[in-house]
T-cell receptor, first 107, second 114 residues
């Protein structure tokens, strides 16, 4: 079984728009990570946020963490066609992944 | 090498055949993880090594699955008497830390059991 749940499961947007995806988890965590997976490829680490952080930025990515609600969000601003991929949140311990959000950015 | 390397990239096995999947982690990385990813799903944890010690194998789905990392570097995931439900992508990841933080993933081995 998987600890995290991302929503939406699928998201389709136009290039230049922002994409927001959410992740909920079940147990207390020290940190949470977001990964990207292009079709047929391995996972690429995007950003790690620790439990004492509420928000973190990396380029066009913004991640928030609400430990009281056990949820995190990933915002991709000014999306590009190359952002088309599946996005997963992962929590430590056994490095549990959610089911992912499949993002499609239309040119 | 520069990244985590897995081989083969693709493997087709007849049901009942044994397979061995190889993972070459980033040099010097102490932690190594194996995951199974079914189509349209997230990766599911299989097992974790710290150096040569297999610290957690609770995710291995049956005793047909076996993993080793004898010298604390290259790891092999072996599946005996493959079944159709074993068809999936098998991902390997390594990390320089003794924990699971910021692991680097290989591109995976896609196993198809026919």
């Amino acid at each position: 079984s998987q600890q995290g749940e991302e929503d939406p499961q699928a998201l389709s947007i136009q290039e230049g728009e922002n994409a927001t995806m959410n992740c909920s988890y079940k147990t207390s965590i020290n940190n949470l990570q977001w990964y990207r997976q292009n079709s047929g490829r391995g996972l690429v680490h995007l950003i790690l946020i620790r439990s004492n952080e509420r928000e973190k930025h990396s380029g066009r990515l913004r991640v928030t963490l609400d430990t009281s609600k056990k949820s995190s969000s990933l915002l991709i601003t000014a999306s590009r066609a190359a952002d088309t991929a599946s996005y997963f949140c992962a929590t430590p311990g056994k490095y549990i992944f959610g089911t992912g959000t499949r993002l499609k950015v239309l040119a | 090498g520069a990244g985590v390397s897995q081989s083969p990239r693709y493997k087709v096995a007849k049901r009942g055949q044994d397979v061995a999947l190889r993972c070459d982690p980033i040099s010097g990385h102490v932690s190594l993880f194996w995951y199974q990813q079914a189509l349209g799903q997230g990766p599911e944890f299989l097992t974790y090594f710290q150096n040569e010690a297999q610290l957690d194998k609770s995710g291995l789905p049956s005793d047909r699955f076996f993993a080793e990392r004898p010298e604390g570097s290259v790891s092999t995931l072996k599946i005996q008497r493959t079944q159709q439900e074993d068809s999936a992508v098998y991902l390997c990841a390594s990390s320089s830390r003794g924990t699971v933080l910021e692991a680097f993933f290989g591109q995976g081995t896609r196993l198809t059991v026919v």
